[in-house]
């Protein structure tokens, strides 16, 4: 495991900020997570560019440098494919303190094998506000409970009405008649960077139920570290990996090697 905080790669156990961090007292801050294929970070610039979005929202002062602070400590970890969080805290100081410079923290790990396919849980905890990658995050670690709680790996969430959003830590999709759709933004989901190679390559959105998700044909999720995978169980019935899921991968995993391959150096 490499640590880097405000661009110096530390060990582990040194690895501090203050207990008085807004990012600890109030979950104020925001974080990316991606993966490295061939030594290089995935999609880094489309992380940086919603991860500023993000911090622009909450306010938060962003500090120059995360992009080459984020490629030092990758080579620090060297070979091999790693996990990748950045991570961007408040800062100190209590809710009426003026905004100071907060924290910069990157962790890089080994990469877990991605699954072959994943089992999903339909859970009762509804989406009420749009999902954004901040550090007040336990929303979807509750609804990731609950489905393994279910004896599933990932939960589907819906919002009030009944309508499809998006997995706890993911993005879903349905293939129904050849067409590959995702729950649209203005239903909630995090707009995901994978999510968005997918519109790339002519999914589209449109609204869906529980109705369509279960009458789908194929179900696959997105995220940055799975990339893309099919839902094999759906509320304990068994689900096939269908041949537009195993398309989509494929394409999903190539354009990774083609996006090496174009890199300098």
Known sequence: MIVSIDGA????ERAVISIFDRGLLYGDGVFEVL?????RAVDLARHLERMIATAAELGLIVPGGIAEATVAAIAA???GDHR???LLTGGPGG?????????LVIVVEPLPSPPAGIAA???DHPVRTPSRKTLAYVEHLTALALA???????????DDSGRLVEGSTSNVFVVADGLVATPPLARGPLPGIVRRRMLELGAVEQDLGLAELRAADEIFLTSSLRGVVAVTHLDGEPRRAG??????AAAYDAWMSAADDAAPG
Do not use: C, K, N, S
């Not at 709680?149 to 819906?158: Q, V």
């Open 77 to 79: 970890a060297g070979p």
């Open 148 to 158: 393994r709680a279910a004896g599933a790996d990932e939960a589907i969430r819906l």
């Open 35 to 39: 993966r490295t294929h061939r030594g």
């Open 84 to 86: 990748v969080r950045i």
């Open 243 to 248: 041949p537009t899921t195993l398309r989509l």
């Open 9 to 12: 790669v530390v060990p582990p």
């Open 95 to 103: 809710l009426t303190a003026i905004r100071q410079m907060g924290r």
């Open 121 to 123: 849980a339909v859970v």
